[in-house]
């Protein structure tokens, strides 16, 4: 089982940065497949970013391509998300999230979701 703790939201000015991370608990976090969501008020949960076991395939939304990155250290347990550019759109809820699954944009796929950390991002 793996349990996954979210921290670095916050609420930033549009055009800047922060930086997600996510603490992973269990001796099998390296099998899963790593992904970050996001949820805005009344708006389903969207697919931002996912990364595979060994870290070597990144999968992006069109939405984030060319302002976020995600990276994972299997050796910390962490997976992290990098936000730059961010726009008022970007203000959501994200959630890391763990699946053994190859559907990694699909969120019903993801078997561990952490409690979501808030982001803000004002015009």
């Known amino acids: 089982q793996v349990q996954l703790v979210e921290s670095g939201g916050g609420l930033v000015q549009a055009g800047g940065s922060l930086r997600l991370s996510c603490a992973a608990s269990g001796r099998t976090f390296s099998r899963y497949a790593m992904g970050w969501f996001r949820q805005a008020p009344g708006k389903e949960r969207e697919f931002v970013a996912a990364?595979?076991?060994?870290?070597?395939?990144?999968y992006l939304a069109d939405s984030v391509k060319g302002r976020f990155t995600i990276s994972r250290d299997n050796a910390k347990n962490t997976v992290s998300l990098q936000m730059n550019s961010l726009k008022p759109e970007d203000t959501a809820v994200y959630y890391c999230?763990?699946?053994?699954?190859?559907?990694?944009?699909?969120?019903?796929?993801?078997?561990?979701w952490g409690q979501g950390t808030q982001v803000t991002v004002s015009s």
């Open positions: 999230a763990a699946t053994d699954s190859v559907y990694y944009g699909d969120y019903r796929s993801y078997r561990y």
């Open positions: 990364i595979r076991w060994s870290g070597g395939s990144t």
